[in-house]
Structures are given as C-alpha cells and as structure tokens.
C-alpha cells in the first residue's frame, strides 16, 4: 500500500470520527466525560458566600411554583420539598454535555440518596419519556427523572442545557451552573453539606 492512499485512508477515518463525535451524542459525550476528567468542568462553588448569608438570589414561596411530574404521572411541586435542599438538573436526551455529566451526578445521588434533608430532581426538559428511560437503562443510572409540568421559571432555567441548580431549605438559590460540569468531587458534597447546615 503507498503512502498516498495510506494517508488519504488516515484522513477519511479522521474525518469520519469527526463527524460521529459532532453528530452522535453519545459519542460527544464520552469524549467531554474524557475532557471532565482533566479537572477544568468542576462547578464554581462558593461557601464563603454562602457562610455569609449571600445568595444568587432570594426567591420566596412563589419560586417554589415549579411542577414536575415523575414516570408514575405523579405531580410534584417544589413547594413539597420546601425543608430540603433541591439539587436540580435540567437536561435532554440528546444534549451531549447533559449525558457527559449524568455519571457524575449518579455519583452524586449515591452519596445522599438516602438522605431526607436532599432532594434530587432530574429534569428531562423535553418531557421524552420513552427516550429518557432508554437512555438511563443503556447507562445503568438510576437517577429520579421528572418531567416539566407547566412554566419553569425563568430565574432557574433560561434555555441553556445543561443547567443546575441547588436550593436551599428555604427555596433560596444557592447555586446555578449553566453547561457542563463534574459533580462527582469532594468539593460539592461540602458544598451541599454546608448548604444543608444553614436552615436546621
């Protein structure tokens, strides 16, 4: 085989992968789970702030409006889990940066799953029911997906996927990252730990 062919060869699989990585979500999302791992997607975490009673914003009882509906047909308002500390993860089944972060936020629940003062909602912003569910099973994850279920407010979600969101126990925003990032650290278990001890 000559060198021309061989290097026309080269850059046919080159570009190829290009494309599976552009265009195949899973496929991106693995690479960005690689890219996650170098350390440069953690959350910007800020306890000093919170320590100093200074929130993103004070939202009161009426930013607990948001309803979502879980894979019985349940509706849930946020209201309900006034008294917990709400991680929140807004996301689409075929949103790459979504599906990157989704191991670290499993990681994540495994820690406080069974933890009454935290509440996790993972919301499918989309309402695609059939293809989350595929997606979670093929992925082994067991994370509580909801549903929208009327208006999301705009103070929590502005369109940007993926975007989270961490209240505290009196429906103060304690934190919000819009896009990808690693929540399977140390650093945001003290995070919501702290945010947990704020409000006894």
Known sequence: MNTKLMKRISNIAFIALLLIIV????????????????????????????????????????????????????????????????????????????????????????????????????????GNKEKADRLLTKKKLTLPVYYPYGTIPTEFFRGRLPTTVILDKEGNMAHITEGMADYSGHDIVDFINEVRAMHP
Do not use: H
């Not at 100093?52 to 019985?72: C, N, W, Y």
């Open 23 to 126: 265009f195949v979500p899973e496929a991106k999302a693995t690479v960005q789970q690689g890219l996650m791992k170098t350390g440069l997607f953690n959350p910007n975490l800020n306890i000093e702030k919170l320590q100093d009673s200074t929130r993103i914003s004070k939202l009161p009882a009426e930013g607990f409006k948001m309803e979502v509906v879980d894979k019985t047909g349940r509706i849930v308002s946020l209201k309900d889990l006034k008294g917990k500390v709400v991680f929140i993860n807004f996301w689409a089944t075929w949103c790459a940066p979504c599906i990157a972060e989704m191991p670290s936020i499993q990681k994540l629940y495994e820690t406080f799953k069974d933890n009454d003062d935290v509440a996790f909602v993972i919301l499918e912003a989309e």
